[in-house]
Nanobody, 116 residues
């Protein structure tokens, strides 16, 4: 099973930026698609960004134009660059395999807090 470890969360003022990293274990990294999910207290978990094995990307409307997902196959790492952050972006962010058979174990997530 793929194991995932998120890092890079923190507290930032509205309008600021953060970069999250997801380190993935296993030998199937290059053929996996990955997504970033987030969950705020009292809300459903939502998929905010995804990247395919080819590098194609998809974004939720709520983050489109502000967030960028990328991957570095040599480092087995997925990134989420978050710009123009808003208070409503405050959540715990999780990385996960998507769209394939190698769904991994959930990590601890990265807490992102955006102050107004």
């Amino acid at each position: 099973q793929v194991h995932l470890v998120e890092s890079g969360g923190g507290l930032v003022q509205a309008g600021g930026s953060l970069r999250l990293s997801c380190a993935a274990s296993g030998s199937t990294f290059s053929i996996n698609a990955f997504g970033w999910y987030r969950q705020a207290p009292g809300k459903q978990r939502e998929l905010v960004a995804a990247i395919g094995s080819s590098g194609s990307t998809n974004y939720a409307d709520s983050v489109k134009g502000r967030f960028t997902i990328s991957r570095d196959n040599a480092k087995n790492t997925v990134y989420l660059q978050m710009n123009s952050l808003k208070p409503e972006d405050t959540a715990v962010y999780y990385c996960q395999v998507v769209g394939g058979p190698n769904f991994g174990s959930w990590g601890q997530g990265a807490q992102v807090t955006v102050s107004s």
